[in-house]
C-alpha cells in the first residue's frame, strides 16, 4: 500500500460534525495501510468572511497582509482536524503550507508554486502519523513572504504534494459525487462520469466547470499524478481523471465518451469594439491596450466588415470582474485606434460541449446547434477548438440551453437523480 494525499473542501469540514466525520474516513485510509498526507480547506465558508472582514477595514485589501489573513482560514481547520484524529487514538501533526514546504513566487493572492520541498511531511509520515497540510498557501521564495494561490487553490496543493511525494492518488473529497456530465445544480438528471481524460477534464475546467480547478488539473497531466474525485459525505466510488482509465476501475474497460459533458460560466462579460476601421494594426492594438493591463481574455470574434463603410465590430469575452479596467483601457485609446464606440454586455452565458470524440465524429457542431435552436436559444458568439464547442447566449437562457443539449446528445441519465450534498460547487 502506497501513500494517499486526500483533500477535504471547506463544505466537507463546514462544522465539528463535519471534522469529526473526515477525520473518521483519514484514519480508515491509515487503517488499509495507506500513508495518509491530508489537504484541507478553510471551514465553510470562512474564507469569504474573513475577505468581507478585511474589506470593511480597508476598500481594496490585497498583498501581504490580506495573505496572511486569508491563511488563518486554513490553519483553524487543519488543527481542529489534527486533534479529531488523535480523539480517534491515531498520531496526527498539522503543517502550515510553508512549513510542508511550498514554495511560491511572490504574487500575492495568486502566487503559482514553483517547488514543494515536503522534507518535514516525510518525517512525520515515517514516524507513523497522518500528515495535515493547510491548503492553498506557500512561502516565497525570494522574500520568505506567507502567500495564497487564488481561490480553491487547495485542490493544486494537495495535487502539488501528491506529485512530490509520489503518491499512487490524489484523492478530491468534495459534496457532489464526482464530475457530473453537467453541473448537478443546473441538470437534474446529470450522470456521473467513472473516468475522464486530463484533455477532456481541462477543457471542462476552463469552460465553467467548478468541480475541479483548471490549475490543479493542468499540475496532475504535468506529472501525471491520477486524481479521484470522490464525495466526502457518500463514501461512493467517485470519478477518476487521468491519463488512462485506471486499474482501479477493475476488469470493466471504460471506453473514452464521444462527448464528455456539458459545462457552462455565466462569469463572463462581452464588449464589442464598434466601428473599428478594417485595416492592419487595429486589432493588434486593441489587444495590446488589454494585454498591458493584464486582462485575460477568453473568446474574440470578429465580423467581415461591411463593403460600404470598411468598418468592423470586434467583440470578445473577459471575466466580468475585468470588465470595468478593460473599458477604461480601451477609452484611453479610442482615439488613437479610431474605433467608434464600446458595448459592454454582462448579462451573457457560455455554454461549451466537450469531448476528444468530437475530432472523429462529424454532425457534432450540428447537432448542437440544432439542439439550442429546438430550445429557442439564440446565438451571440460562437468559438470551437478541436475537443471543444463554446456559444455565448443570454444569461436568463442558460438553464434552458445547458439542459437541451444534455439531453441532445443522450447524456441524462435513467437513473437515479445526482445528488449535491451540499455547498455552492466548491
Ligand atoms: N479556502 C480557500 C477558498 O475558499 C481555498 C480552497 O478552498 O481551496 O478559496
Ligand atoms: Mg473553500
Not at 340 to 361: C, F, H, P, W
Request: proline share 2%; net charge negative.
Amino acid at each position: 500500500m502506497g501513500l494517499v494525499v486526500q483533500k477535504y473542501g471547506g463544505s466537507s469540514v463546514a462544522d465539528a460534525e463535519g471534522i469529526k466525520r473526515v477525520a473518521k474516513r483519514i484514519v480508515d485510509a491509515k487503517r488499509n495501510g495507506h500513508q495518509v498526507v491530508v489537504v484541507v480547506s478553510a471551514m465553510g465558508d470562512t474564507t469569504d468572511e474573513l475577505i468581507d472582514l478585511a474589506e470593511q477595514v480597508s476598500p481594496i485589501p490585497a498583498g501581504r497582509e490580506f495573505d496572511m489573513l486569508l491563511t488563518a482560514g486554513e490553519r483553524i481547520s487543519m488543527a481542529l482536524l489534527a486533534m479529531a484524529i488523535k480523539n480517534l487514538g491515531h498520531e496526527a501533526q498539522s503543517f502550515t503550507g510553508s512549513q510542508a514546504g511550498v514554495i511560491t513566487d511572490s504574487v500575492h493572492n495568486k502566487a503559482r508554486i514553483i517547488d514543494v520541498t515536503p522534507g518535514r511531511i516525510r518525517t512525520a509520515l515515517d514516524e507513523g502519523n497522518i500528515a495535515i497540510v493547510a491548503g492553498f498557501q506557500g512561502v516565497s521564495q525570494d522574500k520568505k513572504d506567507i502567500t495564497t494561490l487564488g481561490r480553491g487553490g487547495s485542490d493544486t496543493t494537495a495535487v502539488a504534494l501528491a506529485a512530490a511525494l509520489d503518491a499512487e492518488v490524489c484523492e478530491i473529497y468534495t459534496d457532489v459525487d464526482g464530475v457530473f456530465t453537467a453541473d448537478p445544480r443546473v441538470v437534474k438528471k446529470a450522470r456521473k462520469i467513472d473516468w475522464i481524460s486530463f484533455e477532456d477534464m481541462l477543457e471542462l475546467a476552463s469552460s465553467g466547470s467548478k468541480v475541479l480547478l483548471h490549475r490543479c488539473v493542468e499540475y496532475a497531466r504535468r506529472y501525471n499524478i491520477p486524481i479521484h474525485v470522490r464525495s466526502s459525505f457518500s463514501g461512493l466510488r467517485g470519478t477518476w481523471v487521468s491519463n488512462e482509465p485506471h486499474a482501479e476501475q477493475g476488469a470493466r474497460k471504460v471506453e473514452q465518451a464521444i462527448i464528455s459533458g456539458v459545462a457552462h460560466d455565466t462569469s463572463e462579460a462581452k464588449i464589442t469594439v464598434v466601428g473599428v476601421p478594417d485595416k492592419p494594426g487595429e486589432a493588434a492594438a486593441i489587444f495590446r491596450a488589454i494585454a498591458d493591463n493584464e486582462i485575460n481574455l477568453d473568446m474574440v470574434v470578429q465580423n467581415v466588415s461591411a463593403a460600404s463603410t470598411g468598418l468592423t465590430d470586434i467583440s470578445f469575452t473577459l471575466p466580468k470582474t475585468e470588465g470595468r479596467k478593460a473599458i477604461d483601457a480601451l477609452e484611453k485609446t479610442k482615439s488613437a485606434i479610431g474605433f467608434e464606440s464600446l458595448r459592454y454586455d454582462d448579462q451573457i452565458a457560455k455554454i461549451s460541449l466537450v469531448g476528444a470524440g468530437m475530432k472523429t465524429n462529424p454532425g457534432v457542431t450540428a447537432s448542437f446547434f440544432e439542439a439550442l435552436s429546438d430550445a429557442g436559444v439564440n446565438i451571440e458568439l460562437i468559438s470551437t477548438s478541436e475537443i471543444r464547442i463554446s456559444v455565448v447566449t443570454r444569461a436568463d437562457d442558460v438553464k434552458e440551453a445547458v439542459r437541451a443539449v444534455h439531453t441532445a446528445f443522450g447524456l441524462d441519465s435513467d437513473s437515479a437523480e445526482a445528488v449535491v450534498y451540499g455547498g455552492t460547487g466548491r
